[in-house]
């Protein structure tokens, strides 16, 4: 028997194996090559787990098409809406553990990943489910137009793409695999998905409640390693298409070789975040919203540096307001209940945001951090802010996956907009004022695939997310998410 | 088809004892007790009573009716309900209907696939009332309830996204943003299908309240008792009160009043007999009530987004986008 470990109050305990194999073909078996996954906070190591190769990645792959043309594509949407009803009630049972588990793997605090993401990862089953058997409603058909008047009230639903690679990165892998997994399967694809090296054990419980729900062998296949075998998987010629979370730099990677061998694409490619405080906003309920959407809640914005534009007539006011509520953040162990920071994810960002801090400071960039002990294992960085930098500071551009705020004044509405639309990036954006039309001014004009409006990061399995430019590429959510896993015709279709 | 996904049902879930009484006799059960099977199946001792509130009551008169299974024989007494039940229930629709409609569509969904929850678990007592209300065999009766099940499960689908396909976003020639967005008309009577005792009613019925209407529903006048069954299928699964009332009884008593009530907003007229349905229609005037009459459905059929889109209004939002 594995480890053992109690939880937070009112959680369950959760039971790990010493070891996991790869889940293939619906079950799991082990494999050539291990590694450990440890806990962030900690550096104690939770479990071993195995190490795809290339044959593993082939036989993932056969075992997916066999279940695609066998089973699934088969399958009335609404047998398919049956299973993912039935994973989603699972995910609802079993949601507390998993929580438990993914703390302790990714570092995240449980309050975060027990009341934010395992309520987001069910109600995506429990959406997605509802569209697996709606798809001709969807509104893309493509054939309503072409058909004689009246169109039939039920057209056939569109297809599927057919087997599916899923590469997902460590900010909220169970959610990630959610808003890839559920859609996928919804429509009519099968999936081979790998998750983040650092965070590889709630997508192995996921496996687990596949097998428990009687999905049929193939349609889930959890393939686990590191980034070479993530390559392996959005690189492999079985696949018609490649979904992918991480960073800027791979996600062209893929987009190049997708162009290459013909297939289709989505990317989550992070980028940076603005939010707009204007001088009429509500000022403790802007720096309310900015330290809690950056440094608590690091939903899947959290892998976006948010640069903060304050109208300068206010300035002063709203860093001291998120000055006060930064020096409240309780850093630590991230199963406490009373946690708002927990652990960096991995030794390897940690050096990262080390570096990047580094460099910023002699830059010239004011920094102000938390007061902060850290415990003397595990992976720890303060939040941290850092004050007056131009356009051209590393810090503000960069992709910079821990919560780091940078602030500037702005003098006009205008400038602002010139500013904040000055990266090749274009996730999202808060924008804080009173005044109604200012903010719906200013939503019109933000290049970023979400704008939150005196709120930020807000996600809801039917609200289409995804960036502008090199944050991304298509949509997952939302009716628009389903256009990422049907094959429809369109502009974006290789033409090989 | 013939699965019910018992891996989905929770027992310890149920927050209601069971369905027995006064709704559903033990027989063919999934959760038949021991204590419960000492109970001649198929023979309630109860009169079935109407559903308003939340609550089960008898008819305000005091009223009630023979109702005859398939074979002729008698087969239980149910609440004949008459004007005074029919305001009531209209009352409780409203005070339900703030709530039901301002919760989130999720919430809606949530709400709605636990009912499915609920009949897929008391799958055999539903097949053996189906039998007994109109012969047939127990596959067909069994049939009937899986496609009911299923019929509900895609309504519940539909919470959290007809607005996806209905609204729009309307690109205006001048610097404002407007938007489109269906929202329910309110109060909605739906008078069952009379041939249809499960699958008809719950396909009627789960258009209407998805997009967050309550409903007043007139059992089939022929099959009242899986009409209240239902209804303890909704009280079990902790759907709000008075978002779904069930009132038992002759059609042509009922509808009139519910036609012509200053405070419901729509009528389905699925169960109502032509002439009749004129009528109705032309006493739903009177408040210029939302009248659903579709030409004669095929039950069994997938249906379309008509009888969700039939009870909906469209509020467009026009906002200045100029600075």
């Known amino acids: 028997m594995g480890l053992r470990r109690g939880a937070a109050e009112g959680s369950s305990p959760v039971t790990l194996r010493d070891s996991y194999g790869l889940f293939i073909g619906g079950s799991f078996a082990p494999g050539s090559a291990v590694f450990k996954t440890v806990s962030p906070a900690t550096e104690e190591v939770l479990a071993e787990v195995t190490h795809g190769t290339t044959e593993d990645v082939d036989r993932a792959v056969a075992a997916a098409r066999q279940a695609y043309e066998r089973v699934w594509s088969l399958l009335p949407g609404r047998e398919r809406a049956r299973y993912l009803l039935r994973i989603a009630r699972l995910l609802r049972d079993r949601a507390p553990e998993l929580a438990v588990i993914e703390s302790l793997d990714s570092g995240k605090p449980i309050r975060q990943t027990r009341d934010v993401d395992l309520p987001l990862v069910t109600a995506h089953f429990f959406y997605h489910a509802g569209w697996a058997d709606k798809l001709a409603h969807a509104g893309f058909g493509g054939t309503a137009a072409a058909l004689p008047n009246p169109a039939p009230p039920n057209p056939a639903p569109p297809r599927p793409l057919g087997v599916v690679g899923q590469v997902i990165g460590w900010s909220s892998p169970l959610l990630m695999l959610a808003w890839k997994v559920a859609p996928a399967l919804a429509c009519g694809n099968t999936v081979v ?179 902060h002990e850290p415990p003397d294992r595990g992976f720890w960085f303060p939040p941290t802010m850092f004050g007056v930098v131009s356009q051209e500071q590393r810090i503000a551009r960069e992709e910079l996956c821990w919560p780091v705020l940078t602030v500037s004044s702005f003098a006009a509405p205008d400038e602002v907009v010139d500013r904040t639309n000055s990266t090749r990036y274009g996730l999202s954006a808060g924008v804080w004022a009173r005044q109604d039309t200012l903010s719906a001014w200013l939503a019109a004009r933000l290049r970023a695939g979400v704008v939150w409006v005196n709120s930020f990061g807000g996600l809801d399995p039917a609200v289409p997310f995804g960036g502008f430019q090199e944050s991304g590429f298509g949509r997952e959510g939302g009716r628009h998410g389903l256009e990422a896993y049907l094959d429809l015709p369109g502009a974006w279709t290789p033409d090989v | 088809m013939s699965e019910a996904s018992p891996p989905d049902f929770q027992p310890a879930d149920l927050q209601l004892p069971g369905l027995q009484p006064p709704g559903l006799p033990p027989s063919g059960g999934e959760r038949a007790q021991g204590g419960a099977a000492a109970r001649t199946a198929g023979v309630p001792r109860t009169t079935y009573r109407l559903y308003i509130g939340g609550a089960f009551a008898r008819a305000a008169s005091g009223r009630t009716f023979a109702v005859h299974g398939a074979d002729g024989a008698f087969l239980a007494s149910a609440a004949l309900a008459a004007d005074r039940d029919a305001r009531d229930a209209v009352v409780a629709a409203r005070g339900a209907f703030p709530g039901w409609s301002r919760a989130s569509g999720y919430e809606r969904g949530q709400a709605l696939y636990r009912v499915a929850e609920v009949m897929a678990a008391y799958r055999g007592a539903f097949a053996a009332q189906l039998r007994l209300a109109g012969g047939g065999s127990a596959e067909a009766a069994t049939a009937e309830v899986d496609a009911a099940v299923d019929r509900w499960n895609w309504y519940a689908g539909w919470a959290d996204k007809i607005t996806q396909v209905r609204a729009t976003v309307n690109p205006v020639a001048g610097p404002f943003g407007t938007v489109s967005l269906p929202e329910p008309v309110g109060v909605t009577a739906v008078l069952a299908p009379p041939e249809s005792a499960l699958l008809g009613l719950v396909s009627v019925l789960a258009p209407v309240i998805v997009s967050g209407n309550t409903a007043v529903l007139v059992a089939s006048e022929r099959y009242p008792v899986p009409a209240v069954a239902f209804a303890e299928a909704l009280a079990a699964a902790e759907l709000p009160a008075g978002v779904v009332n069930v009132l038992t009884g002759e059609v042509a008593e009922i509808s009139p009043w519910l036609a012509a009530h200053q405070d419901v907003n729509a009528i389905d007229l699925a169960g109502a007999p032509g002439p009749l349905a004129d009528d109705l229609a032309v006493a739903a005037a009177g408040n210029l009530k939302r009248v659903v009459r579709f030409p004669a459905t095929d039950w069994t059929a997938e249906p379309g987004l008509e009888r969700m889109f039939a009870t909906l209004e469209t509020k467009t939002i026009w906002h200045p986008l100029g600075r």
């Open chain 1, 193 to 371: 998905l790998k998750p983040a090296e650092s965070t590889p054990l709630t997508a192995l419980a996921f496996a687990e409640i596949c097998a428990e729900a009687g999905l049929p062998p193939g349609v889930v296949n959890i393939v686990t390693g590191d980034g070479q075998t993530g390559q392996l998987v959005a690189g492999h010629p079985g696949i018609d298409k490649v979904a992918f979370t991480g960073s800027p730099e791979v996600g062209k990677e893929i987009a190049k070789s997708a162009a290459l061998w013909g297939k289709r694409f989505t990317l989550e490619l992070g980028g940076t975040s603005a939010n707009i405080v204007c001088a009429d906003a509500d000022i403790e309920a802007a720096a309310q919203g900015i330290v809690e959407g950056v440094f608590i809640r690091q939903g899947h914005a959290c892998c976006a540096s948010s640069r903060v534009f304050v109208a300068e007539e206010v300035h002063d006011d709203l860093v001291g307001a998120v000055r006060r509520r930064m020096a409240a953040l309780r850093s630590g162990d991230p199963l406490d209940e009373a946690t708002d920071i927990g652990a960096v994810n991995s030794r390897g960002q940690l050096d990262k945001i080390t570096e990047l801090a580094r460099s910023a400071e002699s830059d010239g960039a004011v920094r102000w951090s938390a007061p």
